[in-house]
């Protein structure tokens, strides 16, 4: 039976191994030439591969040349050898030693025995040394225990958890609410609990490393606008408005705003109402922190909502901490009962943290009872703090010292935390050095009776705010407090200045 090749004007391929690949080559050419004339594409094709596969099997192997700049294996060992590795942390003793406190009563605070007027902590409302609020907090322990041992999910949850949650949604205007054990996990949970990869998170440039953090985990598209500038916002907006129309993803990815109701970085106030009014426009879901406004803004302090006017619904995801007005620990989200039910299962700090301990869910439950029957301390707080702002700006704006070209407040005039920048003219250009500045400044303070802080920030947010000293007003101040705390600054940044 004939083959294929006995066809072929050239088919004895008993010498094949033995040609050069260009005969070999020239042996498929006639062959092809041979089939074409037939006009069988099948041969055709099938005559081209065997061509490509025998030459490639008779192609004459070769050894890459080796470059000058290549290194032999004896180089290479010994630059391994000589190779440090970079610390994985830095250095605990270029750091400061922190101080420690012994005693603390409202309004001020025992550091290597001494009695300061304190304004270095978020204690907004003066629970943090409450009588009635420790006297709760010793029965509950009696109670309850001094812990949860276990997450909510996991025979962690209490009685008094599911009170303070109601208590909360009922206080804000919300249909639920969801306590977390840790603050700072709080909305570092809930963004991604609701925000995926292929979504799209717009967020204000001066948010929290918490906030930051949280947005990173989602995985999802983020953009930052520029610091409380609307313009900006809504130019971002229209940007990802365009976007979606031409990759047609305008009915799969969920959209989201995050900002906070007072600026932790400056003690800005959003302009809430009208994000608000942008996200109804575009079609956003709004998420709102407020970390510092909450306790702290509005007639009965329920935050940037109360403040602005605008109804908690307009708010799709309110988050805050129960750690500065209640001076408890923890956080806590609150919105419609979806929201509030999805994060049970969803949100990881909730999942997985040991529950809040019981003493600590009983000091927010009473501070807050005491918000709700009385917000005379919601008062005082804003009283206390447009007091100690115009006395600090009035000690700042004296002429004999050229004080005003020191320094300069940042933080509105409604926010009880502000933060003390070097003037423009005084900053040296370095950061570290800035910030020696500032702690020489705050040694000074506390030699005058103040306690205040450097602003701290972790090593992994990415962009740091300018360095600052940070001041916090407690409705447990005296305005005689503040009127000296306030010369008292200003004394020790003309001595470390001038």
């Given at each position: 039976?004939?083959?294929?090749w ?10 094949i ?9 020239d ?11 037939g ?15 025998f ?25 391994v050898d ?27 605070v ?23 609020v ?20 996991f ?79 809504k ?57 510092v ?10 935050g940037?909502?109360?403040y ?5 619904t ?33 949100a ?23 918000m ?38 940042t933080?509105?005039?409604?926010s ?34 103040v ?48």
């Amino acid at each position: 039976m004939s083959t294929l090749w006995d066809t072929l004007p050239v088919g004895n391929l008993s010498n094949i191994g033995n040609l050069s690949s260009t005969e070999l080559f020239d042996l498929i050419s006639v062959n092809i030439c041979y089939l074409a004339g037939g006009c069988d594409v099948h041969l055709i094709a099938e005559s081209l591969m065997v061509m490509i596969i025998f030459t490639l099997m008779f192609q004459k192997s070769y050894k890459p040349k080796r470059s000058a700049d290549q290194l032999t294996d004896a180089e290479m060992d010994e630059l391994v050898d000589e190779w440090q590795p970079e610390p994985l942390v830095p250095d605990a003793s270029e750091g400061r030693e922190p101080l420690v406190v012994s005693s603390m009563k409202a309004g001020t605070v025992c550091i290597e025995g001494k009695t300061l007027t304190n304004l270095g902590v978020l204690d907004f409302l003066g629970f943090l040394c409450d009588p009635k609020v420790n006297e709760a907090c010793a029965a509950s322990i009696v109670k309850y225990g001094n812990g949860s041992c276990g997450p909510r999910g996991f025979y962690g949850t209490l009685d008094v958890h599911l009170e303070l949650e109601k208590k909360l949604s009922e206080f804000m205007g919300t249909e639920a609410g969801i306590v977390f054990s840790y603050d700072i996990a709080t909305i570092t949970s809930v963004i991604p609990a609701f925000a995926k990869r292929g979504d799209v998170v717009l967020y204000d440039s001066e948010v929290s490393q918490s906030i930051l953090q949280g947005i990173s985990l989602s995985r999802a598209v983020s953009k930052a606008f520029q610091h409380n500038d609307v313009s900006d916002l809504k130019r971002l907006m229209e940007w990802v408005r365009d976007q979606e129309k031409k990759t047609r993803t305008s009915n799969i990815a969920r959209r989201f705003v995050v900002i906070e109701g007072i600026y932790q970085a400056s003690g800005d106030l959003a302009p809430l109402a009208a994000v608000v009014a942008l996200c109804k426009q575009f079609c956003y879901r709004l998420v709102l922190d407020e970390t510092v406004s909450f306790g702290c803004l509005g007639a009965n302090g329920k935050g940037a909502t109360e403040y602005w006017g605008v109804p908690t619904t307009s708010v799709d995801i309110l988050t805050a901490t129960l750690s500065g007005a209640l001076a408890s620990v923890g956080g806590f989200c609150v919105g419609n009962t979806q929201v509030v039910e999805h994060q049970r299962l969803s949100a990881t700090g909730y999942c997985f943290s040991a529950a809040l301990p019981a003493f600590n869910a009983v000091a927010a439950i009473t501070a807050l009872e005491d918000m709700e029957a009385d917000n005379g301390r919601v008062l005082r707080l804003q009283a206390n703090a447009t007091a100690f702002r115009d006395a600090l700006l009035e000690q700042l704006a004296r002429p004999e010292s050229q004080r005003g070209q020191l320094l300069f407040v940042t933080g509105n005039e409604a926010s009880p935390m502000l933060h003390l920048r070097l003037a423009e003219g005084r900053q040296t250009g370095n950061r570290d050095e800035d910030e020696e500045i500032l702690h020489q400044i705050t040694d000074r303070c506390r030699e005058l009776g103040v306690a205040v802080t450097v602003t701290a920030y972790t090593p992994l947010q990415r962009t740091l705010p300018p360095p600052s000293i940070r001041v916090c007003v407690s409705a447990s101040h005296t305005k005689e407090q503040l009127r000296a705390a306030a010369a008292a600054i200003v004394q020790a940044v003309t001595s470390v200045l001038c």
